[in-house]
């Protein structure tokens, strides 16, 4: 099977960020994205979970596999909206199936 | 006196406010005892939209006075004035920063619908009226709060404020307020026609729904508490419970000044003397990233909620009775 | 005339259609109103259980007559026919390819169980009666008019279809056929014992969740717009509401050949006017494929789904009426 | 005995018996009917808050005698008593391991609530009057088996179990036992009084509710029973219909020297017929890793939940009736 | 600790293909997989997101670890599950404790 | 956009045992993690679904980043909560922003 090499960035951040994190990476060039929910977690700012909360906290994962020679502008663009906010960003190198997609 | 003290105890030993102890007890000793996200806001979808729905209906009833409007504008008048007091209050009561401090200043301003709901819902069991519209001014005190606490800020220069247009439809657009406002047209559009054919599922279970909810909210607030042991000093301790007086003695004035009856005078009370922790703390999320988290939302849930819930409702009550002669 | 118009008048301004209207508002002015998911499917399973029970009390009351057979025959015959017709006028109507016009085919010959329930609502607030086995015709016509859709493909030649046993299972025993059948039987072996027991639950509170449930439907609906924005030309947006009127005829037809009650081919007509967003778009995923999703859905959830919800059902019931001298 | 089947057959058609074999069948024929683990946890919470407050009620009403402490002081000795026996017989009966035999054990000496809310419905139902304090023995015998099993298994020196602080905190402080007491005690403070509050919300709609979450119990043990064919032989099939024999008789007994109403004979034979399957299978995941899960959740709620729901509680009933004369 | 070069592949797929996924990936000598919920996304169809959603709609992710050697075997019955479906596939370098679970 | 080398350790654990690792990654000096909720998988001990369950059953799946140098201590003290029980611990190389978070 053809693989092709990619990136995989995930981004971990704040629920009322989501949107313009989001806006962010298709301004940048992203052709797509997943976002997963988030149950809970530890970090500087603390623990905590999302069980039982009522209002639109809690954080969600965004992840995002992207041609290799995009990772700087999507870095640019994440950090921008990410810089000031709880979150953190992780990229990994991997393998994708019908790169065409990409 | 005497009155207020065994409506206080009616009050503290009504089934609401233990569940909310209950809760309250499950989260710090910390038992595993949580209701899902999901139900906790289907839960409250229930309740804004019953609250809503009946306050329209009350409005059908009754015909729109001139009441409607200048109690909306006392209602945003006070938000967007009350974050100032908190604001000179926190400075002289506490060491936060200007940004903490503006932040905890907004959620003062605005309201918590969930106060609200149980301060109706006392007033419903003792046959107090209230004005209908009293939905709607809650809903008008959720955001103009936001925008003092801003101004607050940028005035010190401490940190850009970022109120893009996106920000401003995620406040005025909030789930919220748009479930509480859109089911008090619907009530006042359906009127009694409309309560009859959904009276048995928003009037008869409302409590008891009310119940649940609390008891998620104890479990909310005990969990908060708990994880930011030590975050509040105990200058915004006492912020906490001092806040919420203010607030109710402007409400107070407000309420008279508007010459609402018993019940639409303690209601206002309540509302001043509330502090958000849903629409507030995701839109300080967004426009002051800096500030902390867990001094707002301590503070206004940990501290304030129950402070209300427990005291000061049955107290605004008693003194919206003895000053209307009620 | 006048009497339809005050109908449809009475219909548009009951609590459910407002608040399906205020979910449609609140989705296409970008709030962030939602509904959990899980709340949404908890409602869904309500609602399905109350109409199925109490269609199988129904039977239990009057007795299965031969009628429960005739009409479930009638019902799977304008599943499987309806597609058919459908695919004409959207070939006609529009460019679609054969693939995508054959699955939105298959979603009108199926039918939507939300319509059907509030189509039986307002029935029942009118105190038209109705027979109690139409919620067993409403089971039968979910899956025929899939086989229909894919026999249009295969015969095209336009891509394999793939009905594997798999999804003949998934299709016959999805969640909503299983329940519907399932509670209709029970309704029918329990009968007025059953009912007095647990009426307080499906009976007083339907109205009441169904408002809520049109609320999440309307917040569905409306993303789904403003997501497919340029999605439907011109000539798919006249079949999203022609389409209905057809199918309607048809089981006013079917229903007068029946002999079924006002309220029986009312719902007929409802049933037959309808098109599915749960079950077909799910089996349109796996047999499908290549057929566009936003096509289907933005036709049947945005375009029929709210036509039938305010004008089709009360012009519906005003034809029945009309037709039976009911 | 005529009584006994005539009951037996009331109960086997009953809607929350029917609901239950409808999710089974559901789940057996591989429908991919659902209910949202959120929602199932929400009517959870609402099952035990209202037998909980119900109970407490009770209590408020008759006021507490001796009998209170003496029941519960029976609850722990049963709860820890049944694993010695339970475990005899799984070893003679079964060749299943000491780690996996006392892991079984620790199930069948703690509770079913949802059995145990049942049966009560069905005493209500045909007007059989019980002791409001059952509900506070039925948290009482939630743990102490979990303590017999461990106990069991470090005597045979397989598996160091692991008892540690939190472990203690979890179990004596899980989300039942805390809600269950919890709302019990919120019964007994407010009473009448409360009751009348909360009634239409926690008292009418009651049943419907069971009838739901019945459903969903029917899915789980039918997709239990679906994954882990084959785990079982024919001597724990056994064991599955003859434990909660055995609970029912020493229930029965331990019923008759308290001195218990008809009602209360018959919940004290529930609960020891009844085996757990929440509380129980996470304490043992934590304390008794090495134990398979496919064999207790099989047996407790595949086999024996269904057993009882079905046949035992009819049963139960009918002999308490019997033997106190009710 | 002792860790075992694996693979991680990760299968964002359409929820009414999970059950055909999981199957395939079965046959395909595939020992273990774990299937986490996505809350929306967006890709060349369009964006969407889970609220509100009443059928079983929306997508899911399956992470599947496994034996580099069996990475070809995978991808295979992978592919012909996704081919025609909306979905994407990802595979990336990792180390497994108790490499004898795989 | 600078980034850091970094590790990505990925913990699928039963739910019950959720609190006892991270407690444990504490200890470890783990500065962070971020829980995710799983729908259902498959195993060793066979296969599971979370629909429907009412318990506090299922499993959960903890994402850890941290630096490089620290994942032994890291393993060491998964390990020792995941050694008799059902659960799978993956790592692979990342590189993070922010360096000074973790
Ligand atoms: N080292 C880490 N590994 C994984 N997730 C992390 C880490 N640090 C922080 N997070 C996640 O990011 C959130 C905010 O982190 P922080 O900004 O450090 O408070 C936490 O609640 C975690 O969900
Ligand atoms: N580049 C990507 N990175 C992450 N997820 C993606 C990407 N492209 C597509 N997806 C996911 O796969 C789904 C379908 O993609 P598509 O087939 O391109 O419409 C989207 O809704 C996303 O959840
Ligand atoms: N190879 C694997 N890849 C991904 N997840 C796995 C794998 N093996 C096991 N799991 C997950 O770990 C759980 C328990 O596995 P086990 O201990 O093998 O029964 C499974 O239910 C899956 O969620
Ligand atoms: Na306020
Ligand atoms: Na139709
Ligand atoms: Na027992």
Known sequence: MQTHAAKRVEIIIEAPMQ??????????GVTGYTVLPVLGGSGRSGEWTREGQVGRGGMVAVVCLIRPERLGNLLDAAF????????VVSVSDCEVLRAERF | MQDILSLAADNLLSPMILCFALGLFAALARSELTVPEAAAKALSIYLLFAIGFKGGVAVADHGVDGGLISALLA???????????AFGLLRGLTGLSVTDAAAVAAHYGSISIVTFVTAASVLTSQGIASEGYMVAVAAAMEAPAIISALWLVSRAGSGAQRMDADLWREILLNGSIVLLVGSFVI????????????????????????CLFLLDMGLVAGRGLRASRGVLTAGALVFGVVMPLVGALAGLAAGLLLGLSTGGVALMMVLAASASYIAVPAAMRVALPEANPSIYLTLSLGVTFPFNLTLGIPAYVAVAQAVTGG
């Open chain 2, 187 to 210: 009530g006042m559009v359906t009127g009694q026609d409309g309560m009859v054919r959904i009276e048995s599922f928003i009037v008869s279970p409302f409590q008891g729904v009310l």
């Open chain 1, 80 to 87: 921008t909206v990410v810089e000031r906010h709880i979150g």
């Open chain 1, 19 to 28: 949107g313009r994190l989001t806006d962010a990476l298709t301004r940048a």
């Open chain 2, 75 to 85: 209602g945003v008048m006070l938000s967007f004035a009350l974050p100032f007091v």
